[in-house]
């Protein structure tokens, strides 16, 4: 859909860059002012980001307390969408028996609209694709089309864009159903008008989720095609998908954050769902969860091998930027074409597996009115479904990562273990899954039920496995916990969020795979573009390497930068504990850090300053009672390029 973009570049000094990356990130403004740059003046009437707030930060408004699951019209119909084919495709979902198993979002995406009535700023529906929206007095409302999708007891979904004009407008290249009229008629998306559309997606027409796309906000420049043929009005680019330096993150933010506001006002029931569209760029995948119910963290998915891959790795690392109410969204699934259609059930499979491991939102994207009945089964793998939708939601762990095999390990709400092992390559393979990677005793029985044959198998140690090339094998597993008496944190990033994940430069994350895209392979080829490198991580360093703290190795822990702070839900727990210290990957290795443990906003631990080298120290404390735990790592004199640090073997115990 969108050809390469061609963008301007807009000088932009580092210490420019830097400034702004803090103050999208509150929490490090400070920081980084101290480090590196004379303080403005906002900075010294920040409050310290490291303090502990008590609270839960990451977002829980909205309706999403799973992952969100439905229909969306875009990769089944494109712009060519309207009333007949949406109704037919829920009918579908119906009739079939998927909404019954939590299928219930439908979204109407791009294409829908007519133009932007002037003088007053209503949107106006293209009626012709749209026959029920037609009121006697012209102004439209999709309120029918709602009430219908209601009482077949679906939600309603829209989309728009942050800025003036939506993705369609400016990459479609037949122009089919573009809005019409003036440069003005054409401004179609929320910016400007944020309140008065959200008020009449919600209040008026009865949407229950809007997705909210960025084209609008990239591209616009007075030099570009676009603007020099007087189409649409020039913008300064916010976001520049190829590079951060040219993305002004804190403005980009704060357009959204005013969505989120405009909607928490037209929903005071909050049954809503807000979904961002950013495809991975301005940082979005360290901000989103605290912001909106589902985000982007990379662009388009296509019916591709590699492009699955793409989209499968932006989120795969980011268990812990997930959590009920905020999740990754990888994009919607594309089973049902190209490499994951009726002949590729063994991707199609894979494909939806995955999505389920990663508690991903679940979109349909296909013309159900063609679906053969072993692509309707794949949808409606009821186990597979209650995977992705565990009420516990976290996202799973990769408990073995290289690029041609990884076996992710997703713990559930009851307490057992969900693993995939994921065959990356077009070829055969081998592998070998043992209890450790599950966290359970090799020394007991563990039972494994295949989740698409429904076949139980046991064993003890470890189990060999033959994979079909593309194949992901997933079960549930059940066995003896090696931790009997508690949970790790890393077992459970549904309750752990990086409020502060102490990164002060956001830098591009290398781990992605790589596929052609866009522009096929013209230029230079497909660089590394997402923000999100040296985040927090389960069971790894913030840069994916082995824990590891004065030379002794941690295969369970979270792995985090100085100068951050960690919340943690706990439910009932009296204890925590955790072996602390600097990783033995740190470069700067400059600062000591002390580690300070916080029981609902008071001290309750508290490290020496532990330097570089040193072995781990650990850190225990009684946290009966106590709703929120914070874990904060700190150092003196913050750098620009804190060190990775280790909260090894943290865990909640009864
Ligand atoms: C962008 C989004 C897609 C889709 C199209 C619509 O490419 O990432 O998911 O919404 O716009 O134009």
Same mark, same amino acid.
């Given at each position: 859909?969108?050809?390469?973009?061609?963008?301007?570049?807009?000088?932009?000094?580092?210490?420019?860059?830097?400034?702004?990356?803090?103050?999208?990130?509150?929490?490090?403004?400070?920081?980084?002012?101290?480090?590196?740059?004379?303080?403005?003046?906002?900075?010294?009437?920040?409050?310290?980001?490291?303090?502990?707030?008590?609270?839960?930060?990451?977002?829980?408004?909205?309706?999403?307390?799973?992952?969100?699951?439905?229909?969306?019209?875009?990769?089944?119909?494109?712009?060519?969408?309207?009333?007949?084919?949406?109704?037919?495709?829920?009918?579908?979902?119906?009739?079939?028996?998927?909404?019954?198993?939590?299928?219930?979002?439908?979204?109407?995406?791009?294409?829908?609209?007519?133009?932007?009535?002037?003088?007053?700023?209503?949107?106006?529906?293209?009626?012709?694709?749209?026959?029920?929206?037609?009121?006697?007095?012209?102004?439209?409302?999709?309120?029918?089309?709602?009430?219908?999708?209601?009482?077949?007891?679906?939600?309603?979904?829209?989309?728009?864009?942050?800025?003036?004009?939506?993705?369609?407008?400016?990459?479609?290249?037949?122009?089919?159903?573009?809005?019409?009229?003036?440069?003005?008629?054409?401004?179609?998306?929320?910016?400007?008008?944020?309140?008065?559309?959200?008020?009449?997606?919600?209040?008026?027409?009865?949407?229950?989720?809007?997705?909210?796309?960025?084209?609008?906000?990239?591209?616009?420049?007075?030099?570009?095609?676009?603007?020099?043929?007087?189409?649409?009005?020039?913008?300064?680019?916010?976001?520049?998908?190829?590079?951060?330096?040219?993305?002004?993150?804190?403005?980009?933010?704060?357009?959204?954050?005013?969505?989120?506001?405009?909607?928490?006002?037209?929903?005071?029931?909050?049954?809503?769902?807000?979904?961002?569209?950013?495809?991975?760029?301005?940082?979005?995948?360290?901000?989103?969860?605290?912001?909106?119910?589902?985000?982007?963290?990379?662009?388009?998915?296509?019916?591709?091998?590699?492009?699955?891959?793409?989209?499968?790795?932006?989120?795969?690392?980011?268990?812990?930027?997930?959590?009920?109410?905020?999740?990754?969204?990888?994009?919607?699934?594309?089973?049902?074409?190209?490499?994951?259609?009726?002949?590729?059930?063994?991707?199609?499979?894979?494909?939806?597996?995955?999505?389920?491991?990663?508690?991903?939102?679940?979109?349909?994207?296909?013309?159900?009115?063609?679906?053969?009945?072993?692509?309707?089964?794949?949808?409606?793998?009821?186990?597979?479904?209650?995977?992705?939708?565990?009420?516990?939601?976290?996202?799973?762990?990769?408990?073995?990562?290289?690029?041609?095999?990884?076996?992710?390990?997703?713990?559930?709400?009851?307490?057992?273990?969900?693993?995939?092992?994921?065959?990356?390559?077009?070829?055969?393979?081998?592998?070998?899954?043992?209890?450790?990677?599950?966290?359970?005793?090799?020394? *007991? %029985?563990? !039972? @494994?039920?295949?989740?698409?044959? +429904?076949? /139980?198998?046991?064993?003890?140690?470890?189990?060999?496995? =033959?994979?079909?090339?593309?194949?992901?094998?997933?079960?549930?597993?059940?066995?003896?916990?090696?931790?009997?008496?508690?949970?790790?944190?890393?077992?459970?990033?549904?309750?752990?969020?990086?409020?502060?994940?102490?990164?002060?430069?956001?830098?591009?994350?290398?781990?992605?795979?790589?596929?052609?895209?866009?522009?096929?392979?013209?230029?230079?080829?497909?660089?590394?573009?997402?923000?999100?490198?040296?985040?927090?991580?389960?069971?790894?360093?913030?840069?994916?390497?082995?824990?590891?703290?004065?030379?002794?190795?941690?295969?369970?822990?979270?792995?985090?930068? *100085? %100068?951050? !702070? @960690?919340?943690?839900?706990?439910? +009932?727990? /009296?204890?925590?504990?955790?072996?602390?210290?600097?990783? =033995?990957?740190?470069?700067?290795?400059?600062?000591?850090?002390?580690?300070?443990?916080?029981?609902?906003?008071?001290?309750?631990?508290?490290?020496?300053?532990?330097?570089?080298?040193?072995?781990?120290?650990?850190?225990?404390?009684?946290?009966?009672?106590?709703?929120?735990?914070?874990?904060?790592?700190?150092?003196?004199?913050?750098?620009?390029?804190?060190?990775?640090?280790?909260?090894?073997?943290?865990?909640?115990?009864?």
């Amino acid at each position: 859909m969108h050809p390469r973009r061609h963008l301007s570049i807009r000088p932009a000094k580092l210490c420019v860059a830097l400034l702004r990356a803090a103050a999208a990130r509150p929490a490090v403004a400070v920081l980084l002012a101290a480090a590196t740059i004379a303080q403005p003046a906002w900075a010294n009437t920040a409050p310290d980001p490291l303090a502990p707030t008590g609270r839960w930060d990451a977002y829980t408004r909205g309706d999403a307390a799973t992952p969100p699951m439905g229909w969306n019209s875009w990769n089944a119909f494109g712009s060519g969408i309207g009333e007949e084919k949406l109704l037919a495709s829920a009918e579908i979902i119906r009739s079939s028996g998927l909404q019954a198993k939590g299928y219930r979002y439908i979204d109407l995406d791009d294409g829908w609209w007519l133009k932007r009535r002037q003088p007053d700023g209503r949107i106006l529906i293209r009626t012709a694709n749209f026959p029920s929206a037609a009121t006697a007095d012209g102004s439209t409302s999709f309120r029918p089309l709602t009430d219908r999708l209601h009482a077949m007891g679906f939600k309603a979904g829209i989309y728009s864009d942050i800025g003036r004009n939506t993705c369609a407008e400016l990459y479609s290249t037949d122009g089919l159903n573009q809005p019409e009229g003036t440069v003005a008629e054409r401004e179609v998306g929320l910016y400007g008008h944020v309140d008065q559309d959200i008020a009449l997606y919600f209040a008026e027409w009865g949407f229950d989720l809007i997705k909210v796309d960025a084209c609008g906000i990239r591209g616009l420049t007075p030099a570009s095609p676009w603007v020099k043929s007087g189409k649409f009005r020039a913008m300064p680019p916010l976001v520049d998908s190829d590079s951060l330096g040219r993305t002004d993150i804190p403005a980009v933010h704060a357009l959204y954050a005013e969505v989120g506001r405009a909607l928490e006002k037209h929903n005071p029931d909050g049954d809503f769902v807000y979904s961002l569209c950013l495809w991975g760029a301005a940082d979005v995948r360290a901000w989103a969860k605290d912001l909106g119910n589902m985000s982007r963290t990379s662009d388009d998915i296509a019916p591709t091998w590699g492009r699955m891959l793409h989209s499968f790795d932006s989120a795969v690392r980011r268990p812990l930027y997930a959590h009920p109410g905020s999740w990754n969204d990888p994009d919607m699934l594309y089973i049902g074409a190209g490499d994951f259609d009726a002949d590729h059930l063994v991707a199609a499979k894979s494909h939806f597996s995955l999505w389920a491991m990663l508690s991903a939102p679940l979109m349909i994207g296909y013309d159900l009115r063609r679906a053969p009945q072993p692509l309707l089964d794949v949808f409606g793998n009821g186990a597979i479904i209650a995977l992705d939708q565990d009420p516990a939601g976290n996202q799973a762990v990769l408990a073995f990562d290289s690029d041609d095999l990884q076996i992710l390990v997703k713990t559930l709400a009851n307490g057992d273990k969900a693993v995939a092992i994921f065959n990356r390559t077009s070829a055969p393979l081998k592998a070998s899954l043992t209890a450790e990677q599950l966290k359970l005793r090799p020394d *007991a %029985d563990v !039972r @494994l039920t295949d989740l698409w044959s +429904g076949r /139980a198998t046991t064993f003890r140690g470890e189990q060999a496995f =033959d994979l079909a090339p593309r194949e992901t094998l997933v079960f549930t597993a059940h066995g003896t916990r090696r931790l009997a008496d508690g949970v790790y944190l890393s077992e459970q990033p549904g309750i752990v969020n990086p409020a502060v994940d102490g990164v002060v430069v956001p830098e591009v994350d290398p781990t992605i795979y790589r596929p052609i895209f866009w522009a096929g392979t013209h230029g230079t080829g497909e660089h590394p573009r997402y923000g999100g490198w040296g985040g927090a991580a389960a069971d790894q360093t913030p840069y994916g390497k082995t824990i590891a703290v004065g030379g002794r190795n941690f295969d369970t822990g979270i792995g985090i930068l *100085a %100068d951050s !702070r @960690l919340e943690v839900r706990n439910r +009932g727990y /009296a204890r925590f504990s955790a072996l602390v210290g600097i990783d =033995d990957s740190a470069r700067d290795r400059s600062q000591p850090v002390t580690f300070l443990v916080y029981a609902d906003g008071k001290l309750i631990a508290k490290s020496r300053p532990m330097r570089f080298g040193e072995a781990p120290e650990r850190l225990a404390a009684d946290v009966q009672g106590a709703k929120l735990i914070e874990l904060v790592a700190r150092t003196p004199d913050p750098r620009r390029f804190p060190d990775p640090v280790a909260w090894g073997e943290a865990m909640l115990t009864r």
